[in-house]
């Protein structure tokens, strides 16, 4: 059984509204995941999908991972509030922030290569990656009170992205059937594992894409971090190859 | 031993070359994952689930074929299409369960488990101790016009006492789904459905207990080894684990034991 070292890109602090998740103690997961080897977790707070300021749940979050190096923030960003361009400069001067996150489909924007303008302004000179998940759960399940599939569609996500050879994105929650129409129209782009899901995953990536493309997310607390761990430990390609999604990808990119 | 409660063969009109071909890289895939066994049937996403008659025998001559050249390896259920007669399926029955060496059934989303029309093939299935896979989900989005949700399998368990059913997708099911059949002591659950989110399935085995939990993947729409790890993230006993894993699917298969 394969056990690399892990960054695990994508996880989140706090609780989804809609279900208790027991993993939403920070310190039981980072011993979880520490368990599994991951050395380090870009974090998010759940708090910022839902509320008005997400700068609030940001801020929040920060001081509750202010003493556990382990959790490296990745604040959300919402393009239409009035002072996120203050409260980025202030993330990046002050928590030397590496990574954000974007949710236009929450927060009611239109992912385009105009709403991204002043965003990549910012954060291609300085090295911060844009990581936007395609959904935040499987929209069949969903809560009802949300009408719609709240998911990006591929296309809008081709235009916007490709607009932007020269930023850094990382595409959270995408679905194996969708990364074919982004893969090569979007070669700034990293694809996290945390949602795809065909028959030994990554051997699939390799015979169809390339490992180099694909980074490790356990999408924790949401999803029980053995899942994605068992694509990387049950997997039966080249050990270096494992080791670059598990954390070599994304090293190479912070 | 491990046994995997809900798993497809994407086959369709293949012959028999092509059917071990598949049958092999499944064995494969056991191998990589630990899975000693599994139930076996059609996979709708490589032909149609609204087959007629005549693709109905050829589905089950291809499952008849797979427990020939792997008879320990998978149980095999046979997929009814429930808009066809009535006597056309009761006959595929007969031959292939009763008579056959096929365990049992899966039904899915063509009828909902409410209608009518699957009364007499019901009965059958009742009086021959033929067990039945029923697909189901609560869905807000996506959903099927004649999908079952949780809500109608307890329906369907209430009408039917003495069939053992096995309602799929605890995931899509939820924790809503889950006190839908509480009750209805003939239905079971297993594990297969969706991303690997968690809490549910500790849900399920508080409300349930462990003797009403059947790991299943739903390969190849899933990866087993990501799916396992719903059962490997939960605090259970190791006799609690065995029931999960293994020896409540013996219970609710037994023909092919």
Redesign the interface.
């Known amino acids: 059984m394969n056990n690399p070292k892990i960054i695990d890109c994508s996880v989140w602090h706090g609780q989804w509204p809609f279900?208790?998740?027991?993993?939403s103690d920070l310190a039981l997961m980072e011993k979880k995941l520490k368990s599994l080897n991951v050395e380090k977790a870009f974090i998010s707070p759940f708090e910022s999908v839902f509320a008005q300021d997400p700068h609030e749940g940001n801020f929040r979050m920060l001081g509750d991972i202010k003493d556990k190096p382990f959790f490296q923030p990745a604040p959300v960003i919402d393009l239409l509030l009035g002072n996120w361009k203050e409260n980025l400069e202030k993330l990046y001067n002050d928590y030397k922030i590496k990574m954000i996150k974007i949710i236009p489909n929450f927060h009611m924007y239109n992912l385009t290569e105009e709403s991204l303008a002043e965003l990549v302004e910012f954060t291609s000179p300085r090295n911060i990656i844009i990581a936007v998940p395609m959904r935040m759960?499987?929209?069949?399940?969903?809560?009802?009170l949300?009408k719609?599939?709240m998911e990006l569609p591929t296309v809008v996500v081709a235009k916007a992205l490709s607009f932007y050879p020269q930023q850094k994105f990382i595409l959270n929650n995408i679905y194996w059937g969708e990364i074919n129409d982004l893969y090569y129209i979007l070669k700034n782009t990293l694809f996290d594992i945390?949602?795809i899901?065909?028959?030994?995953?990554l051997k699939a990536i390799k015979e169809r894409y390339s490992v180099d493309r694909f980074v490790f997310s356990s999408?924790?607390?949401?999803?029980?971090?053995?899942?994605?761990?068992?694509?990387l430990?049950?997997s039966?390609i080249e050990k270096n190859e494992i080791e670059k999604i598990a954390s070599g990808n994304i090293e190479k990119l912070i | 031993m491990i046994i995997d409660a809900h798993f497809h063969c994407p086959f369709g009109k293949l012959n028999t070359g092509e059917l071990k071909k598949e049958c092999e890289k499944i064995i494969s895939?056991f191998g990589?994952?630990g899975i000693d066994k599994s139930c076996v049937m059609h996979s709708g996403s490589y032909g149609t689930f609204y087959h007629d008659a005549d693709a109905q025998m050829e589905i089950a001559e291809c499952l008849v074929n797979i427990i020939k050249m792997y008879p320990d390896k998978f149980y095999a259920l046979l997929t009814l299409n429930g808009l066809l007669p009535s006597e056309t399926l009761i006959d595929s029955l007969k031959r292939y369960v009763v008579n056959g060496p096929l365990t049992g059934v899966k039904l899915t989303t063509q009828m909902n488990a409410r209608d009518n029309r699957l009364e007499g093939v019901c009965r059958f299935m009742e009086e021959h101790d033929i067990p039945v896979l029923w697909h189901c989900?609560?869905?807000?989005?996506?959903?099927y016009q004649f999908e079952s949700d949780p809500q109608d399998i307890a329906f369907f368990a209430k009408k039917y006492p003495k069939i053992r059913i096995l309602m799929a997708h605890l995931?899509?099911c939820?924790?809503r789904g889950v006190q839908d059949i509480k009750n209805c002591s003939n239905v079971s659950i297993d594990t297969s459905g969706?991303?690997?989110?968690?809490?549910y399935l500790?849900y399920a085995l508080k409300e349930l207990g462990a003797d009403r939990v059947l790991y299943g993947s739903d390969?190849?729409c899933?990866?087993?080894?990501?799916?396992?790890?719903?059962i490997?993230?939960v605090d259970l006993s190791p006799e609690a684990r065995e029931k999960v894993l293994c020896s409540n699917a013996l219970k609710f298969y037994r023909k092919g034991n």
């Open positions: 279900c208790h998740l027991r993993y759960e499987d929209p069949r399940n969903q809560s009802p949300l719609e599939p945390a949602m899901e065909p028959v030994n995953p999408n924790c607390p949401f999803f029980y971090p053995e899942g994605n761990w068992n694509k430990s049950y039966d | 895939e990589r994952s989900w609560y869905k807000t989005t996506c959903k995931t899509g939820g924790r969706s991303q690997p989110f968690d809490g500790e390969y190849p899933r990866d087993i080894p990501a799916q396992l790890g719903r490997q993230s």
